[in-house]
């Protein structure tokens, strides 16, 4: 049987700078990171220091946000192989806090975040593509993100999300640009990249999540004004 796998990230996103926070947990191994992108494209990263809990985000000396967490959804699916995996799901929550980078830039955070939990035993290998974001809608409505293909991607009952006015909506399946320069009807322009490609023998890892900025027409037809956020290519044997 697959090893289970447990995570928690969250991404906040703002015109000013772009973060990410994971502290997950692959069978009894654990790992832990964290990335601050500025738009200049300058990227600091690291794994040390990183305390998550509901509510809080540290980094020792870079990162203390608060987000204003709520209940999300959570989606169940069965892979491939037949196991059960789970996710829950919230968009466009408030994260609001202080930010130093390495080379003593502070800024103060007030931004919409993503929140991604999961955990199950996924099939020992795993494909997939995944978006998260924020922005603003033409009339300057508030709108975030979540759209995927290869995990909990099923044509309902799926972690695919438009949330407009605290409304999570489902969407119709996506399709990724394997460059992922585009998912559906939004365009990607990238800030910089977070990328791995790790090998440990029982588990490899070959990962690309870049920051950047969206344009375009979300898939339940909502058009941007502007848009903040991450896309994803994970392909892990694990």
Known sequence: MPARKRWRWVGAFSPELMLCVGDARIGPLPRRWWAVCLPDGTL?????????????????????????????????STTAGGNSIWTRKQGGVLARGRVTMPDGRAFDLDARAIVDES?????????????????????????????????????????RRVWRGGEAVEVDPVEFAPDLSRVAGLSFDPWGERSEDVNLLVARSRYRQPFGVFAGELPDGTRLREGYGVMEEHDALW
């Open 119 to 159: 955990d199950g035993r996924h099939d020992r290998r795993t494909f997939w593509r995944w978006s998260a974001g924020v922005g603003t809608t033409e009339d300057g409505s508030p709108v975030a993100w979540n759209l995927v293909d290869g995990i909990h991607d099923a044509p309902g009952a799926s972690e």
């Open 44 to 76: 600091a990263e690291g794994t040390r220091g990183v305390r998550l809990s509901r509510g809080r985000v540290e980094v020792d000396g870079v990162i203390d946000v608060v987000v204003e967490e709520n209940d999300g959804f959570g989606v169940t």
